[in-house]
């Protein structure tokens, strides 16, 4: 079945610390993927999208993530994170493209340590 | 640019009834999707409106419905409430072309009681 999997669903970071959410997806073509972030009773930023092309796709806040075909993942990274960053982090993929339905992961919530 | 609006943001009612919920696009955005969000079942895509028409369904039963008007805003209903019913119900917008992305609105929170 086409689906998006976050295996991570809570990680704890110090603040200026790297951090890797990861994300892996299952389809049988190269989907559409997208990673949003929820803060606490609000709605979804869009951090960064790849539909095609280079495999490393830079976002706000300073996020980045890179497709890896071979992987099936599509990893979001931050090289120094910050207070601000805690939030509920979701990978979503449009697995059946034309039908514009996102298909989301369970999120991984993050916590930064100060 | 405005973002999406969703009116109302929060919302209680009881077993039975039944709710409206009203999203308003990006300006230029002719398609909207509507999403539950619950602790237990995550996202779940519910449908998709453009041009007035329900474009796409996800599996949700017919006590949800929506509608768009012809300025791409839309509503979504659900009738005979059940517990279950209690989420944050997001509404997206997008153009509808190729290589779209969808952007959200801040969600309307229905509790359920």
């Known amino acids: 079945a086409q689906s998006v999997t976050q295996p991570d669903i809570h990680i704890t970071v110090s603040e200026g610390a790297s951090l890797e959410l990861r994300c892996n997806y299952s389809?049988?073509?190269?989907?559409?993927l997208f990673w949003y972030v929820q803060s606490p009773g609000q709605g979804l930023q869009l951090l960064l999208k790849?539909?095609?092309?280079?495999?490393l796709v830079q976002g706000i806040k300073g996020f980045e993530a890179e497709f890896k075909r071979s992987q099936s993942s599509f990893n979001l990274r931050k090289p120094s994170v910050h207070w601000s960053d805690a939030a509920e982090y979701f990978c979503?993929?449009?697995?059946?493209?034309?039908?514009?339905?996102?298909?989301f992961g369970s999120g991984t919530r993050l916590q930064v340590q100060p | 640019k405005a973002g999406v609006t969703q009116t109302p943001r929060y919302l209680i009612k009881t077993r039975g009834q039944q709710v409206t919920l009203s999203c308003s696009p990006i300006s230029g955005h002719r398609s909207v999707s509507w999403y539950q969000q619950t602790p237990g079942q995550g996202l779940q895509f519910l449908f998709e409106y453009f041009s007035e028409t329900q474009r796409n369904k996800g599996n949700f039963p017919g006590r949800f419905s929506g509608r768009q008007f012809s300025n791409s805003r839309s509503e979504m209903n659900v009738s005979t409430l059940e517990l279950g019913d209690s989420a944050l119900y997001l509404c997206?917008?997008?153009?509808?072309?190729?290589?779209?992305?969808?952007?959200f609105g801040p969600g309307t929170r229905l509790l359920v009681l």
């Open positions: 790849y539909f095609s092309g280079d495999t």
């Open positions: 979503a993929g449009d697995l059946d493209t034309g039908r514009r339905a996102l298909t």
């Open positions: 389809y049988g073509a190269t989907p559409y």
């Open positions: 997206a917008s997008s153009f509808r072309g190729i290589q779209e992305t969808q952007y």
